[in-house]
């Protein structure tokens, strides 16, 4: 009876002691209980993609989450909703690039590693834009001249025709006309959106004045016709622009004569309506003053004035959309930036935002250059995007200059400035 209670005693001590090795030994993987080897969670992708990643956990729905770089090839990647499960990554230089995730789950925390190896692309990627996929402009003196349009083209084949201006690397001009007129085109790779820098431009022509009459002028300014930038990347992944759209803040946003969520309707001009001349500048004769009628949802109403310049159409009105009574456009309006330096109408200095827009800078200009970083959503917060794979750009003006007409962005293509090459530091 002695000798085997004496046997069951030691072997409750042997468990005891077991259980106690057990304990000190730390339980092995770090990633659940904070000692040994982290464990990796590993991704390969290829330059100019954006990736969806995160770290195996099971951690529950309430935990938090904190990435950090590690050991980086390049500063030139992008790393966003570093604060959630699953953050967006994208780089333009191939590489391994790790990064540490600290979860907390409550009151546990573990360490995790993601390691993402970024290869150069297996095809060649174009640094300008692949694919125009919409073309509404507003009415104004060249929309049917940029891209030309004649009587019976639908809106299907002038689409055709401003893919075939812009779609290239030697992009051809086109209009948007009026205020809200807009294009939307994409790429066939995501921008990055690279911390400190400018990321694309869009193409317009824009210039500086050489002889402005103003020697006490203290902005630049010329023809500088701004155009509103939008933007979005693939996030569904289907190749199409049909995701959440992101403005570009540029300089004019926050100006005190900004109207944001501003509203215009055009209506059609009747062909047999009496014309009501007045007057001109030189050559340039202003042959209806009451043209196309238009509206807004500020309680302001005025015509878009024709005019008779030799280098357009005297048809402002969109040929594809003769049928069509009244086109409506949404966005921001921006303050009214054409002055008449000369006080006699014949010299026009439209003076410059700061940055953020299209066709307000000459294309080598550095403030022709955008930054994803400076993206708002809707209600004007702050957004960070890993990159972007579509572009919107609408006239951000309503205002006329005399015998220049309406205020039109013109554009001509887009860029890539990253696969260019281009190293713009941002604002």
């Not at 893919?163 to 690397?169: H, I, P, V």
């Not at 155009?227 to 693939?234: A, E, L």
Request: overall charge negative.
């Amino acid at each position: 009876m002695n000798k085997r209670f004496l046997k069951d005693f030691q072997m409750l001590l042997l468990a005891i002691l077991a259980i106690a090795l057990t304990n000190c030994s730390g339980g092995g993987d770090d990633s659940e209980s904070g000692g040994g080897e982290t464990e990796t969670n590993e991704f390969k992708i290829q330059r100019f993609t954006i990736l969806a990643v995160s770290p195996k956990t099971n951690a529950g729905s309430e935990a938090t989450y904190n990435w950090t770089a590690e050991n980086v090839s390049s500063e030139n990647y992008s790393l966003v909703n570093t604060t959630s499960k699953e953050a967006l990554f994208a780089a333009t230089i191939e590489g391994i690039y790790e990064f540490k995730v600290v979860i907390t789950d409550k009151g546990t925390t573990q360490t995790k590693k993601v390691t993402i190896t970024v290869a150069t692309e297996t095809k060649e990627l174009k640094s300008y834009i692949a694919k125009v996929f919409e073309f509404k402009p507003a009415p104004g003196q060249f929309i049917n001249d940029l891209p030309v349009a004649n009587d019976g083209d639908s809106a299907e084949r002038i689409l055709t025709r401003a893919n075939s201006y812009l779609a290239k690397k030697e992009g051809d001009l086109i209009s948007l006309g009026a205020f809200g007129g807009y294009v939307v085109f994409g790429f066939d790779h995501s921008i990055v959106n690279i911390k400190g820098k400018r990321d694309f431009r869009v193409l317009g022509n824009a210039f500086w004045a050489q002889a402005n009459p103003n020697p006490d002028a203290t902005m630049r300014g010329g023809s500088s016709e701004a155009g509103v930038i939008m933007v979005s990347y693939d996030k569904n992944k289907n190749g199409l622009p049909d995701d959440e759209w992101y403005e570009i803040e540029g300089g004019g946003h926050k100006m005190e004569k900004t109207i944001h969520n501003y509203e215009i309707t055009y209506y059609r001009p009747d062909p047999n309506k009496i014309p009501v001349p007045s007057g001109g500048t030189g050559t340039v004769l202003f042959t209806d003053i009451e043209y196309i009628y238009w509206k807004d949802n500020q309680g302001k109403d005025g015509y878009l004035t024709q005019n008779n310049a030799y280098n357009h159409s005297l048809d402002y009105w969109p040929k594809w959309l003769k049928n069509q009574a009244s086109i409506t456009f949404k966005g921001t309006c921006l303050p009214d930036n054409a002055v008449d330096e000369s006080g006699t109408g014949s010299y026009f200095v439209q003076y410059a935002f700061l940055y953020g827009y299209a066709d307000n800078a000459p294309n080598n200009d550095d403030d022709s250059g955008i930054d994803i970083e400076w993206a708002i959503d809707k209600n004007g917060n702050k957004i960070h995007l890993p990159g972007i794979d579509f572009v919107k750009v609408y006239n951000g003006l309503n205002q006329e200059a005399g015998w220049l007409g309406e205020t039109s962005t013109e554009i001509m293509g887009a860029t890539d400035l990253h696969l260019l090459g281009e190293n713009i530091p941002t604002r």
